[in-house]
């Protein structure tokens, strides 16, 4: 009887146990060990926020019963989308391991510019739109060559850039500080009342669990075409339907109250495109390249200077377009839409969502999740009638503790490597 008799890699025993092996993987048990393994390696993903933000929800509606009330959430939803965009353009910064300090002041300096040249100028509200985001991105360009020829760190010409915009912005509203908007403006109407109707909202609902089935099974489809184990048709089909089940009861909820809003939609829809300019194309691979290791990605070929000059303009231009729904939202091209509160809610609630300070690691669902914790904790605290000065400070311990389980995951995913 030979040494291998029985044993031989390509016997039928063995090849029968691995089968099994890829079977287990691919179903919903799994799954869940897969989903086990990455946590017990440093990946969590959005599991702490997600907790987080079932505690505060929870702890806001025993001690207030209308937190979680239709209208509420409606109001809040309104709330949470100019913040957000913003948000959404501290992301991209984050992944490659800068920050933009200036947003709240260039989302306030996009603001003057559409109450001027719309309201005192006379000049039509797209064009006047068009401004205001061309000049958000002129910043983003100009932070990207003192980053890139001049060697200015982030740090210092964001900074510069949050003192000199907030002066422009005073400087532009004049002594009145505050520009009124037209009230019966389709900007304004976009801003304070429009809500999709309800057929619509279901439609779009049902959106984000097709379009993670669709990924999922070519996903699947490629790891079967290289001869790796894939996940099973029904844990794909499980998947997609829980995430639709909770979006339509999330509208459905909604449509108690006001519905939906637009605004709120407009924010997601930028969220979905982020996330798979970031995921799914060269560009996205490679802010997640130069984020982890901006020599080897030089060495990889990656420009990273366009790379660096991408992800500043693209900032800039989405703190202009928050700025411009806050003006919406406000009515008024005034000095709200870039204080300092919206600067440092913007950089939190990326934090907060899960992007990583030390760049290379994060999602633009990180700005949503994140600005819905944020923006729920002044909800709760507004209704309870207690001082925002509770606000800035749990905010303040919540930003910490994501910071903190930033840290950690960010260790241990280097000891298991070293593993």
Sequence with gaps: ????????????????????????????????????????????????????????????????????????????LFDCSTVGVISLGIVCVLMVGEIDLSVGSVSGLSSAILGVLWVRLGWPPELAILAALAAGCLIGCLYALLFNRLGMPSFVSTLAGLLGFLGLQLYILGPKGSINLPYESPLVTFGQLLVMPAPVSYALAAVPGALTLVRRLRTARRRRASGLSSRALGGLLLEAGLITVVLEGMAYYLNFARGVPWMFGLFVGLVMAMNYALRSTQWGRSMTAVGGNREAARRAGIDVRLIYASAFALCSTLAAAGGLLSAARLASS?????????????????????????????????????????????????????????????????????????????????SHGRA
């Design 1 to 76: 009887m030979s040494p291998d008799s029985g044993h031989h890699a390509d016997s039928p025993a063995l090849l029968d146990r691995g089968d099994t092996r890829l079977k287990d993987r691919s179903g919903i048990a799994g799954a869940l060990k897969a989903f086990a393994d990455r946590v017990q390696s440093g990946d969590l993903g959005s599991l702490p926020v997600v907790i987080g933000l079932a505690i505060i929800w929870t702890v806001f509606q025993t001690l207030n019963p209308v937190f979680l009330s239709p209208r509420n959430l409606v109001n809040l």
């Design 334 to 414: 005034n000095l709200q839409a870039g204080t300092v509160d919206v600067n440092l809610n913007a950089i939190a609630a990326a934090v907060i969502g899960g992007t990583s300070l030390f760049g290379g690691r994060g999602s633009a669902y990180s700005a949503l999740l994140g600005i819905i914790v944020i923006q729920s904790i002044a909800s709760g605290l507004t209704l309870l009638d207690l001082s925002s000065s509770l606000r800035y400070m749990i905010t303040g311990g919540v930003l910490a503790i994501a910071v903190v389980v930033d840290s950690l995951a960010r260790r241990s995913r280097v």
